[in-house]
């Protein structure tokens, strides 16, 4: 096993990238999330692989296309408004069949908006990341080692699926340093894919990655097969981790960093004798549906705490359905909520279900 | 030229969707027979862009991607970094080179990117139905230049190859054409020589091809052929704009 | 000790990530679950420069320091920023050679060490911030003296071998301070 080490959520970001095989990065810079470039641009040229300072977000994310489409490993990280500018290629991406890893540090918005951690990019991330009918795979780690083990695993499925996966971090998982073990790592397999266009060689008939199917009868077929797809997906790849969940009469739901937020708000509560847990998605897409309605029984209410105005909250009350009451508390623009004012929330909900 | 009778085996056997007296399917054939003349369609990764040529993928044997508009010089880029040992190309018309993907075009051919791009320079967007493209000369119709294009608001045409020939990074820079024998010839040649640079790794290669489109022109075939050689090839003049020449770099 | 929170605050250029990051690494040698928080973007270049560092035996939930246990403050617009925020019966700790103010809160222990002086005189400029790690060790404890030094090593890269001497010598003034 490897050694524990400390180190920053975007640096860790790179080095799990590299221990999963991945040798090709391309990307743009953008506060919070540079240090991913920058540890990609000092490891790579050593052990062989690629990293390209693109000349926006836009050819980034086409240079992962065709690397991608070429069939080799590969990735690109950036902040909010690079994956804005990257709409276009993940659509593209998503509707050529290709897989890739992309990372989105998240800073508060919508514009230039701040460099502050944010939350605010679950619907782009989740339901309307650019045009047509498709999903990404979206992974939401709250910790540096979790995102360590998350890039491996967005890696593989993505290469299962055939799709692009997202590592949903934000500011602050990507600035924070904590002890992290790196997994063992792979050599990359660039090799396998017998869809991608790496040159026919004579050998098969010659390969096309495309999105373009001017029949809408085809086009729907292509995208229903797409939609099968994601059904199993959703069936097996699901992930949360639930907090003193069992016993709760109140439910906390948040991912990464404020789902860090909430675990401290709900120990303080739970000193004060009030019976509250936590479900924290991992993927964000898949949702977890699954666990969060197997404890709609004994949960009188749940509260979506998010660093947004109230995004994952729509999912939340899509899956409880007016079963019992869903409430919200957020903070946006980059700041972000206290544990305290997560605990005032949790007392005043408590007040009513007594 | 020999010209034959059987099409190139880097060419599919799907039909051209093209209009009539289009020169897409000559510049299509004389890049099929490059690749068959130098053995590199088994490593050959072709780029197909947005526009008329968007099937492009349909008519090369090689190994085909489709691009965004536009971006079909970063998924050049993406390729070759990938693949470095394939040949790449992009095939791509005025209006996704130069208009839309200017930016992802100047910055490939800074990189030296060792790619091939050949593009289609007809003066006006063809798939979308006649409007402006930034090769459109001053005072053409088109339809979205109904009176004319009027420089002074809708700006002047580019000149690609003189534009791109600055940069240190291209290794080839021709513009040609392919409205009598003599000038296909030419053509053939220089997008030889271009997957020549690119397979010795001299990096980023253009070839501009001025051509023709009597459908949104509103022309006949022939006098299609005649308005280029009367209209665009004073403002888009033939030649080499940049080379850096066979010998080592 | 279960759960300490420490907040480091004071200029760009004075070491506060570098204190926070020997603590940090210190705590991980000690197997104490841990976390270290910069403050980023243009504050970064030349105003104030602050860390949150959380040392518990438990998961570290918020890693951001709302409320530090320990305020370690090496300026005066970090001393009138977050002086309030630390808890009752908390500790500032302060560089007196900087912030000449005192503090004004009854509810709380304050340290003065006379840090960038006491690293001045002994041939240690710019090493204020590791003098005041090693007050911040002598008043909380926050792990064993070998994991301090162990942490050290850790946090100083191996180009820069020749500075964890001066660094070792400016913790040892501020645990004698």
Same mark, same amino acid.
């Given at each position: 096993?490897?050694?524990?080490?400390?180190?920053?959520?975007?640096?860790?970001?790179?080095?799990?990238?590299?221990?999963?095989?991945?040798?090709?990065?391309?990307?743009?810079?953008?506060?919070?999330?540079?240090?991913?470039?920058?540890?990609?641009?000092?490891?790579?040229?050593?052990?062989?692989?690629?990293? %390209?300072?693109?000349?926006?977000?836009?050819?980034?994310?086409?240079?992962?296309?065709?690397?991608?489409?070429?069939?080799?490993?590969?990735?690109?990280?950036?902040?909010?408004?690079?994956?804005? %500018?990257?709409?276009?290629?993940?659509?593209?991406?998503?509707?050529?069949?290709?897989?890739?890893?992309?990372?989105?540090?998240?800073?508060?918005?919508?514009?230039?908006?701040?460099?502050?951690?944010?939350?605010?990019?679950?619907?782009?991330?989740?339901?309307?990341?650019?045009?047509?009918?498709?999903?990404?795979?979206?992974?939401?780690?709250?910790?540096?080692?979790?995102?360590?083990?998350?890039?491996?695993?967005?890696?593989?499925?993505?290469?299962?699926?055939?799709?692009?996966?997202?590592? %949903?971090?934000?500011?602050?998982?990507?600035?924070?340093?904590?002890?992290?073990?790196?997994?063992?790592?792979?050599?990359?397999?660039?090799?396998?894919?017998?869809?991608?266009?790496?040159?026919?060689?004579?050998?098969?008939?010659?390969?096309?990655?495309?999105?373009?199917?001017?029949?809408?009868?085809?086009?729907?077929?292509?995208?229903?097969?797409?939609?099968?797809?994601?059904?199993?997906?959703?069936?097996?790849?699901?992930?949360?981790?639930?907090?003193?969940?069992?016993?709760?009469?109140?439910?906390?739901?948040?991912?990464?960093?404020?789902?860090?937020?909430?675990?401290?708000?709900?120990?303080?509560?739970?000193?004060?004798?009030?019976?509250?847990?936590?479900?924290?998605?991992?993927?964000?897409?898949?949702?977890?549906?699954?666990?969060?309605?197997?404890?709609?029984?004994?949960?009188?209410?749940?509260?979506?705490?998010?660093?947004?105005?109230?995004?994952?909250?729509?999912?939340?009350?899509?899956?409880?359905?007016?079963?019992?009451?869903?409430?919200?508390?957020?903070?946006?623009?980059?700041?972000?909520?206290?544990?305290?004012?997560?605990?005032?929330?949790?007392?005043?909900?408590?007040?009513?279900?007594? | 030229?020999? $010209?034959?009778?059987?099409?190139?085996?880097?060419?599919?056997?799907?039909?051209?969707?093209?209009?009539?007296?289009?020169?897409?399917?000559?510049?299509?054939?004389?890049?099929?027979?490059?690749?068959?003349?130098?053995?590199?369609?088994?490593?050959?990764?072709?780029?197909?862009?947005?526009?008329?040529?968007?099937?492009?993928?349909?008519?090369?044997?090689?190994?085909?991607?489709?691009?965004?508009?536009?971006?079909?010089?970063?998924?050049?880029?993406?390729?070759?970094?990938?693949?470095?040992?394939?040949?790449?190309?992009?095939?791509?018309?005025?209006?996704?080179?130069?208009?839309?993907?200017?930016?992802?075009?100047?910055?490939?051919?800074?990189?030296?990117?060792?790619?091939?791009?050949?593009?289609?320079?007809?003066?006006?967007?063809?798939?979308?139905?006649?409007?402006?493209?930034?090769?459109?000369?001053?005072?053409?119709?088109?339809?979205?230049?109904?009176?004319?294009?009027?420089?002074?608001?809708?700006?002047?045409?580019?000149?690609?190859?003189?534009?791109?020939?600055?940069?240190?990074?291209?290794?080839?820079?021709?513009?040609?054409?392919?409205?009598?024998?003599?000038?296909?010839?030419?053509?053939?040649?220089?997008?030889?020589?271009?997957?020549?640079?690119?397979?010795?790794?001299?990096?980023?290669?253009?070839?501009?091809? $001025?051509?023709?489109?009597?459908?949104?022109?509103?022309?006949?075939?022939?006098?299609?052929?005649?308005?280029?050689?009367?209209?665009?090839?004073?403002?888009?003049?033939?030649?080499?704009?940049?080379?850096?020449?066979?010998?080592?770099? | 000790?279960?759960?300490?929170?420490?907040?480091?605050?004071?200029?760009?250029? =004075?070491?506060?990530?570098?204190? *926070?990051?020997?603590?940090?690494?210190?705590?991980?040698?000690?197997?104490?679950?841990?976390?270290?928080?910069?403050?980023?973007?243009?504050?970064?270049?030349?105003?104030?420069?602050?860390?949150?560092?959380?040392?518990?035996?438990?998961?570290?939930?918020?890693?951001?320091?709302?409320?530090?246990?320990?305020?370690?403050?090496?300026?005066?617009?970090?001393?009138?920023?977050?002086?309030?925020?630390?808890?009752?019966?908390?500790?500032?700790?302060?560089?007196?050679?900087?912030?000449?103010?005192?503090?004004?809160?009854?509810?709380?222990?304050?340290?003065?060490?006379?840090?960038?002086?006491?690293?001045?005189?002994?041939?240690?400029?710019?090493?204020?911030?590791?003098?005041?790690? *090693?007050?911040?060790?002598?008043?909380?404890?926050?792990?064993?003296?070998?994991?301090?030094?162990?942490?050290? =090593?850790?946090?100083?890269?191996?180009?820069?071998?020749?500075?964890?001497?001066?660094?070792?010598?400016?913790?040892?003034?501020?645990?004698?301070?």
């Amino acid at each position: 096993m490897n050694e524990k080490v400390l180190m920053k959520g975007n640096e860790a970001i790179a080095e799990a990238a590299i221990a999963a095989g991945c040798r090709h990065f391309f990307g743009y810079p953008i506060t919070p999330q540079t240090e991913v470039a920058a540890y990609m641009s000092k490891r790579m040229p050593k052990i062989g692989g690629v990293y %390209l300072q693109a000349e926006s977000e836009v050819a980034s994310i086409n240079m992962v296309l065709g690397a991608g489409a070429a069939g080799v490993r590969v990735m690109t990280s950036t902040s909010s408004p690079g994956i804005s %500018l990257m709409a276009e290629g993940i659509s593209y991406i998503a509707g050529s069949d290709v897989p890739c890893l992309i990372v989105n540090v998240q800073r508060g918005g919508p514009g230039l908006g701040g460099i502050q951690p944010s939350q605010a990019d679950y619907f782009q991330a989740t339901k309307s990341t650019a045009h047509g009918d498709f999903h990404i795979l979206v992974f939401a780690p709250s910790t540096v080692q979790e995102t360590v083990d998350m890039i491996s695993t967005a890696f593989e499925l993505g290469d299962k699926y055939r799709m692009p996966a997202m590592v %949903l971090s934000d500011g602050m998982l990507g600035q924070m340093m904590e002890p992290v073990v790196l997994p063992e790592a792979k050599e990359p397999d660039n090799d396998s894919k017998d869809w991608a266009v790496s040159g026919h060689g004579g050998k098969r008939e010659h390969n096309v990655v495309n999105s373009l199917y001017i029949n809408p009868q085809e086009l729907e077929d292509l995208v229903k097969a797409r939609f099968e797809r994601y059904e199993v997906i959703k069936e097996n790849h699901q992930m949360a981790e639930e907090y003193l969940a069992d016993d709760a009469d109140i439910i906390i739901v948040a991912y990464g960093s404020s789902s860090r937020v909430s675990r401290s708000a709900i120990d303080a509560a739970r000193k004060q004798g009030i019976k509250v847990g936590m479900i924290r998605p991992i993927t964000l897409w898949p949702f977890p549906e699954k666990v969060i309605n197997k404890h709609v029984g004994h949960a009188k209410a749940f509260l979506s705490v998010e660093m947004s105005m109230g995004q994952m909250v729509d999912d939340v009350r899509l899956v409880v359905n007016g079963r019992v009451p869903v409430e919200f508390y957020g903070r946006t623009g980059g700041v972000i909520p206290t544990p305290n004012e997560v605990l005032e929330q949790i007392v005043r909900i408590n007040g009513g279900v007594q | 030229m020999t $010209v034959k009778g059987e099409r190139p085996h880097a060419l599919t056997d799907a039909p051209f969707h093209y209009c009539p007296g289009c020169t897409h399917g000559i510049v299509h054939r004389l890049v099929a027979e490059v690749i068959d003349e130098l053995g590199i369609e088994g490593k050959t990764v072709g780029v197909a862009s947005v526009g008329c040529s968007v099937f492009t993928y349909n008519y090369f044997n090689c190994d085909m991607v489709q691009a965004p508009h536009g971006r079909a010089p970063a998924v050049a880029t993406g390729v070759k970094r990938a693949r470095p040992d394939n040949v790449v190309f992009t095939y791509q018309g005025d209006g996704d080179l130069a208009a839309i993907g200017m930016g992802e075009t100047v910055h490939a051919a800074a990189r030296g990117e060792n790619i091939v791009a050949i593009i289609i320079n007809n003066a006006i967007y063809g798939m979308t139905g006649g409007q402006m493209a930034p090769t459109t000369l001053p005072g053409q119709v088109t339809q979205t230049t109904p009176y004319g294009r009027d420089v002074k608001s809708a700006g002047n045409p580019i000149r690609v190859c003189e534009l791109l020939s600055s940069l240190d990074g291209v290794a080839l820079a021709e513009r040609v054409t392919v409205d009598c024998v003599k000038n296909v010839r030419a053509a053939k040649k220089a997008i030889k020589k271009a997957f020549e640079y690119q397979m010795a790794g001299k990096g980023y290669c253009i070839v501009e091809v $001025v051509s023709t489109c009597p459908t949104n022109w509103g022309m006949s075939p022939a006098d299609a052929i005649q308005w280029l050689r009367d209209n665009m090839l004073p403002y888009y003049p033939l030649g080499v704009y940049k080379d850096v020449g066979e010998g080592e770099q | 000790m279960s759960d300490l929170n420490v907040l480091f605050a004071g200029f760009g250029g =004075q070491g506060i990530l570098f204190a *926070g990051k020997v603590m940090a690494y210190a705590a991980m040698i000690e197997g104490k679950e841990l976390s270290w928080l910069p403050s980023y973007g243009p504050e970064m270049r030349g105003g104030t420069a602050s860390c949150s560092v959380c040392i518990s035996d438990k998961a570290i939930g918020s890693p951001l320091v709302v409320n530090p246990d320990v305020l370690v403050v090496m300026n005066l617009p970090s001393l009138e920023k977050f002086e309030n925020d630390v808890v009752p019966g908390g500790l500032i700790i302060i560089d007196s050679s900087i912030v000449h103010k005192k503090v004004a809160r009854t509810d709380v222990n304050v340290v003065y060490v006379d840090a960038s002086k006491l690293a001045e005189d002994n041939g240690l400029k710019g090493a204020a911030n590791m003098v005041m790690l *090693g007050r911040l060790f002598k008043e909380t404890g926050f792990c064993s003296a070998e994991n301090l030094d162990l942490g050290l =090593q850790k946090s100083v890269p191996a180009r820069k071998a020749n500075l964890l001497d001066s660094n070792r010598k400016a913790i040892a003034l501020g645990i004698e301070s």
